[in-house]
């Protein structure tokens, strides 16, 4: 990457952060926001302590639980590991001056949800969590990414991050989304096509006007998934729809400095003429609703399509992993997708937890009932959310259909709190990933969107959106 | 952090491809306070069984494999989560190194930060080196040569010069940036001038 000539958004965001080149010859990148939740933390602020080293600059980072928590009661959380896990949380951002977002404070939530929603995000900026789904921020045109924890402690003492540039990858995406589908199949659609390693050592830009023409929560929900392409972020170039959502936010920049920091943002698109290492173009018109029928996100399919024979693969390697993904799921090749039967909904995580899914959700099963062999669940992605949908009679529409209204957190994404499946039980989630026990050991997850989710909790299978509003 | 510099043994041979993270550290597990302690969780849902009950037949849980320090993975190693519990679990279990064809970025960056050494071979490569290890065949990997060797294979691998030389030295990278404070401090001044939205207190 050079310093002249036409340069990327992520080239422009990485120029503007290089703090200087140690003699390793690594560079060190400064980190404008640190954002930090329990489950990754409490060893980085362990080894601050061995090392008696002070955090360097506790103002730019913001703490919240959001993976252990209850999302019934929470007042007390009943596994005693979890409760130490979030009360250390407490206790260390307390010692290093750090903001904290309590269980009982309704800014609490996800943590990638309430970066946005708190204008703690900002196009331009760099973010670093202790968290894969960091892509999520990628939307406002930040470079957003994921760290260990290890790298969480080097954050926490020096504000940089030793890191190399990624390589540039653009896929565009073209064309007015057909009716009934949206940004999760969007990205589903993107995964299934170059694969869950096919990011990997690239920052991917989405671009082109299918993507332009998305709200920054569908934004949200496209670099979201970045990393299950395999990409070290994703990247939306910021535009007024981006500038429009964050002006006024508790934590945006104020009147003093909104119009230089409007001019700065508005610098950071990609040159007309930059170079990528790898491009993509997809017509719209191409995509349908999507489902995973497997154990990767890359295991994708239309809602139309069957469940894929293991002997139509490619390679060897590959049809062993369908014929593995297969016998976990408890699917026979060729079956259709809407007639997979389930047993749990969830409607929720950093993918699809915010006000837009929700509303979504309840315009979808108002006056219906969902299907009687089905356990559904809502948990908001963050207590605002759960708040303006109570504001705008959303839970009242939601629990007259059946499903459980929860508080906020990661829940059954991940299923570190008590909101797991058990063995055997097939979900439609609007998640993120579908590995083998992700949802509980044994658990048979089906990614896909609100919309379909929502169809789907009604009729007790996998249904397409399309017929579920053409028939309902 | 413990240093790197060779490393012999059997290697265990795991021909599935695109195992996350999930897989090697389930989520029950990530509610600890500490690093260690994690090796007897490592690939917890192929180990045991529903009732805690080790799984004869998984290649971790038979002799010899249950004392490897060296796996060999199908592709795309270690995708999913960020979680430093994934290589805090392998190596408490005693790997040492992971050999496959891809990995994901994360999860390489992450065994850097713990004395984990992960190397890439190519597809042909690694199809011999899991023949070699389902045969037991010793392995010798040696980074100050980036070689390894397996009964009559000498394969070359590739690592960045930085992270070859941390991990033979072992070197504590946060003190190494600490001594470009002085760097640190001044871009964050000339920063407050230039992007002063950025440094407002809340």
Same mark, same amino acid.
């Given at each position: 990457?050079?310093?002249?000539?036409?340069?990327?958004?992520?080239?422009?965001?990485?120029?503007?952060?290089?703090?200087?080149?140690?003699?390793?010859?690594?560079?060190?990148?400064?980190?404008?926001?640190?954002?930090?939740?329990?489950? /990754?933390?409490?060893?980085?602020?362990?080894?601050?302590?061995?090392?008696?080293?002070?955090?360097?600059?506790?103002? @730019?980072?913001? @703490?919240?639980?959001?993976?252990?928590?209850?999302?019934?009661?929470?007042?007390?959380?009943?596994?005693?590991?979890?409760?130490?896990?979030?009360?250390?949380?407490?206790? =260390?951002?307390?010692?290093?001056?750090?903001?904290?977002?309590?269980? #009982?404070?309704?800014?609490?939530?996800?943590?990638?949800?309430?970066?946005?929603?708190?204008?703690? /995000?900002?196009?331009?900026?760099?973010?670093?969590?202790?968290?894969?789904?960091?892509?999520?921020?990628?939307?406002?045109?930040?470079?957003?990414?994921?760290?260990?924890?290890?790298?969480?402690?080097?954050?926490?003492?020096?504000?940089?991050?030793?890191? =190399?540039?990624?390589?540039?990858?653009?896929?565009?995406?073209?064309?007015?989304?057909?009716?009934?589908?949206?940004?999760?199949?969007?990205?589903?659609?993107?995964?299934?096509?170059?694969?869950?390693?096919?990011?990997?050592?690239?920052?991917?830009?989405?671009?082109?006007?299918?993507?332009?023409?998305?709200?920054?929560?569908?934004?949200?929900?496209?670099?979201?998934?970045?990393?299950?392409a395999g990409a070290r972020a994703g990247l939306i170039s910021p535009d007024q729809t981006t500038f429009n959502y964050i002006k006024g936010r508790p934590y945006a920049p104020g009147t003093e400095?909104?119009?230089? @920091?409007?001019?700065?943002?508005?610098?950071?698109?990609?040159?007309?003429?930059?170079?990528?290492?790898?491009?993509?173009?997809?017509?719209?018109?191409?995509?349908?609703?999507?489902?995973?029928?497997?154990?990767?996100?890359?295991?994708?399919?239309?809602?139309?399509?069957?469940?894929? =024979?293991?002997?139509?693969?490619?390679?060897?390697?590959?049809?062993?992993?369908?014929?593995?993904?297969?016998?976990?799921?408890?699917?026979?090749?060729?079956?259709?997708?809407?007639?997979?039967?389930?047993?749990?909904?969830?409607?929720?995580?950093?993918?699809?937890?915010?006000?837009?899914?929700?509303?979504?959700?309840?315009?979808?099963?108002?006056?219906?009932?969902?299907?009687?062999?089905?356990? *559904? #669940?809502?948990?908001?992605?963050?207590?605002?959310?759960?708040?303006?949908?109570?504001?705008?009679?959303?839970?009242?529409?939601?629990?007259?259909?059946?499903?459980?209204?929860?508080? *906020?957190?990661?829940?059954?994404?991940?299923?570190?709190?008590?909101?797991?499946?058990?063995?055997?039980?097939r979900c439609a989630s609007t998640s993120n990933r579908n590995f083998e026990g992700r949802q509980g050991r044994g658990g048979r997850t089906h990614l896909m969107s609100p919309e379909l989710a *929502? @169809?789907? *909790?009604?009729?007790?299978?996998?249904?397409?959106?399309?017929?579920?509003?053409?028939?309902? | 952090?413990?240093?790197?510099?060779?490393?012999?043994?059997?290697?265990?041979?795991?021909?599935?491809?695109?195992?996350?993270?999930?897989?090697?550290?389930?989520?029950?597990?990530?509610?600890?306070?500490?690093?260690?302690?994690?090796?007897?969780?490592?690939?917890?849902?192929?180990?045991?069984?529903?009732?805690?009950?080790?799984?004869?037949?998984?290649?971790?849980?038979?002799?010899?494999?249950?004392?490897?320090?060296?796996?060999?993975?199908?592709?795309?190693?270690?995708?999913?989560?960020?979680?430093?519990?994934?290589?805090?679990?392998?190596?408490?279990?005693?790997?040492?190194?992971?050999?496959?064809?891809?990995?994901?970025?994360?999860?390489?960056?992450?065994?850097?930060?713990?004395?984990?050494?992960?190397?890439?071979?190519?597809?042909?490569?690694?199809?011999?080196?899991?023949?070699?290890?389902?045969?037991?065949?010793?392995?010798?990997?040696?980074?100050?040569?980036?070689?390894?060797?397996?009964?009559?294979?000498?394969?070359?691998?590739?690592?960045?010069?930085?992270?070859?030389?941390?991990?033979?030295?072992?070197?504590?990278?946060?003190?190494?940036?600490?001594?470009?404070?002085?760097?640190?401090?001044?871009?964050?001044?000339?920063?407050?001038?230039?992007?002063?939205?950025?440094?407002?207190?809340?």
């Open positions: 990457m050079s310093n002249q000539g036409p340069k990327t958004l992520f080239d422009k965001i990485w120029s503007e952060h290089l703090v200087g080149q140690r003699e390793d010859g690594t560079n060190l990148l400064y980190i404008d926001r640190h954002l930090v939740h329990e489950v /990754t933390s409490p060893q980085a602020f362990e080894g601050l302590k061995l090392s008696n080293r002070p955090v360097h600059r506790p103002e @730019a980072t913001i @703490a919240v639980a959001d993976h252990n928590v209850p999302t019934i009661n929470r007042q007390n959380i009943e596994d005693p590991q979890s409760k130490i896990q979030v009360e250390t949380l407490a206790k =260390n951002t307390k010692e290093h001056g750090i903001q904290y977002f309590d269980l #009982m404070d309704q800014r609490q939530g996800i943590v990638h949800i309430i970066g946005p929603e708190q204008g703690i /995000t900002q196009p331009g900026m760099t973010i670093v969590c202790g968290d894969s789904h960091t892509s999520t921020h990628g939307a406002f045109g930040a470079l957003a990414f994921g760290i260990g924890t290890s790298e969480v402690e080097h954050v926490l003492a020096t504000q940089t991050i030793v890191q =190399n540039p990624a390589k540039n990858m653009r896929i565009s995406v073209n064309g007015k989304l057909p009716f009934g589908v949206n940004s999760k199949d969007l990205i589903l659609y993107i995964i299934g096509k170059i694969g869950t390693a096919g990011g990997t050592g690239h920052v991917i830009e989405y671009a082109g006007s299918s993507i332009m023409g998305l709200s920054m929560e569908g934004r949200m929900t496209i670099c979201n998934m970045s990393i299950e400095h909104w119009d230089q @920091a409007v001019e700065y943002w508005s610098s950071l698109p990609s040159d007309n003429d930059a170079n990528y290492d790898h491009e993509i173009v997809i017509d719209s018109s191409e995509i349908d609703p999507m489902v995973t029928w497997g154990t990767s996100p890359e295991d994708v399919v239309s809602v139309k399509g069957t469940v894929p =024979n293991p002997s139509s693969a490619k390679t060897e390697n590959k049809k062993k992993s369908i014929e593995r993904s297969l016998e976990y799921m408890g699917l026979k090749p060729g079956t259709k997708i809407t007639d997979i039967k389930l047993d749990k909904i969830f409607i929720g995580s950093c993918t699809n937890g915010r006000i837009e899914d929700l509303r979504k959700v309840a315009s979808i099963v108002k006056d219906k009932k969902i299907a009687s062999h089905v356990q *559904a #669940m809502i948990v908001p992605g963050s207590g605002l959310v759960k708040k303006q949908a109570e504001e705008e009679g959303i839970d009242i529409i939601l629990k007259d259909a059946g499903f459980e209204w929860r508080e *906020a957190g990661c829940s059954m994404c991940l299923g570190m709190n008590p909101d797991q499946l058990k063995p055997g039980e *929502a @169809a789907s *909790a009604i009729t007790g299978n996998i249904s397409d959106i399309r017929d579920f509003t053409q028939n309902g | 952090m413990d240093k790197f510099h060779s490393l012999k043994g059997i290697a265990a041979p795991l021909p599935i491809v695109n195992i996350d993270t999930d897989m090697i550290i389930p989520k029950q597990f990530l509610k600890t306070i500490k690093r260690t302690g994690l090796g007897v969780s490592l690939f917890y849902e192929m180990r045991y069984d529903n009732d805690g009950n080790l799984i004869k037949d998984f290649v971790l849980n038979t002799s010899p494999f249950d004392q490897s320090k060296i796996l060999v993975a199908g592709d795309n190693f270690g995708c999913g989560s960020s979680r430093e519990h994934a290589p805090w679990s392998l190596k408490d279990f005693g790997i040492r190194s992971v050999i496959s064809t891809s990995f994901a970025d994360i999860f390489y960056n992450n065994c850097f930060q713990n004395g984990i050494l992960p190397i890439v071979v190519s597809p042909e490569n690694l199809d011999q080196l899991m023949t070699a290890a389902k045969n037991q065949i010793e392995f010798t990997i040696d980074l100050p040569e980036q070689i390894i060797k397996a009964g009559n294979h000498s394969i070359n691998f590739e690592i960045e010069e930085f992270r070859k030389e941390r991990l033979l030295q072992g070197l504590d990278d946060i003190g190494i940036t600490l001594g470009y404070q002085d760097k640190i401090n001044a871009y964050e001044e000339d920063k407050k001038n230039k992007k002063p939205w950025l440094f407002k207190k809340n």
